[in-house]
């Protein structure tokens, strides 16, 4: 569970916390559809001061994580063509560009890459999952580098919520 004490104004963050109930701030949240046998992640937001310290990373992996618990066969999402950060996340965690949709947010008109997984049980992408995830504990363990800030009890975890077509 992560322990943390951030003091900001009452803001997305603190109206998401006491809708969903949650006494302990809110650092970031991401959304999962289950699509026949897609994981599409929907959202993944990060409070801003908390950026960079490896918790979207964190929300990423539980979705994932989530959506092979779940049944499904691979993960799909969209991501602005100019947002190289979270572009370069996703491919860390087994993401390619598999299309692009042009004109996708309203905001600004930006094209959007279509990012796909592999297949997850294909070799090595749960092998980098988990990989993945010891690193970024380990990160969080020692409280240096993109951990850095962020105070753990045991090991970090996210609460899921997902939809599907049966709920």
Same mark, same amino acid.
């Given at each position: 569970?992560? &322990? +943390?004490?951030? %003091? *900001?104004?009452?803001?997305?963050? $603190?109206?998401?916390?006491?809708? %969903? ?9 991401? =959304? ?26 964190? +929300? ?14 691979? /993960? #799909? ?7 190289? /950060? @979270? ?7 087994? *993401?390619?560009?598999? =299309? ?10 930006? $094209? @959007? !890459?279509?990012? %796909?997984?592999?297949? !997850?049980?294909?070799?090595? *992408? #749960? ?12 990160? *969080?363990? @020692?409280? #240096?580098? @993109? ?10 975890? +996210?609460? &899921?919520?997902? /939809?599907?077509?049966?709920?």
């Amino acid at each position: 569970m992560l &322990v +943390v004490r951030p %003091a *900001f104004p009452l803001s997305l963050w $603190d109206r998401i916390r006491g809708k %969903a109930g949650i006494r302990s701030p809110v650092l970031g949240y991401g =959304g999962l559809w289950l699509l026949v046998d897609d994981a599409h992640i929907s959202t993944i937001a990060v409070h801003p001061q908390w950026r960079s310290k490896g918790l979207g990373e964190l +929300v990423l992996l539980s979705l994932l994580e989530q959506g092979a618990r779940r049944g499904m066969q691979r /993960a #799909t999402l969209e991501v602005r063509v100019s947002n190289e /950060a @979270a572009r370069g996340l996703y491919h860390k965690l087994g *993401f390619e560009i598999a =299309g692009r949709q042009k004109r996708y947010y309203s905001d600004n008109n930006e $094209d @959007a !890459f279509i990012m %796909a997984t592999p297949p !997850f049980e294909t070799p090595g *992408f #749960t092998d980098n999952l988990r990989r993945c995830r010891t690193e970024l504990h380990a990160r *969080f363990q @020692a409280g #240096t580098g @993109a951990g850095q800030g962020v105070s753990v009890r045991q090991n970090p975890s +996210v609460g &899921v919520e997902s /939809a599907s077509e049966e709920e």
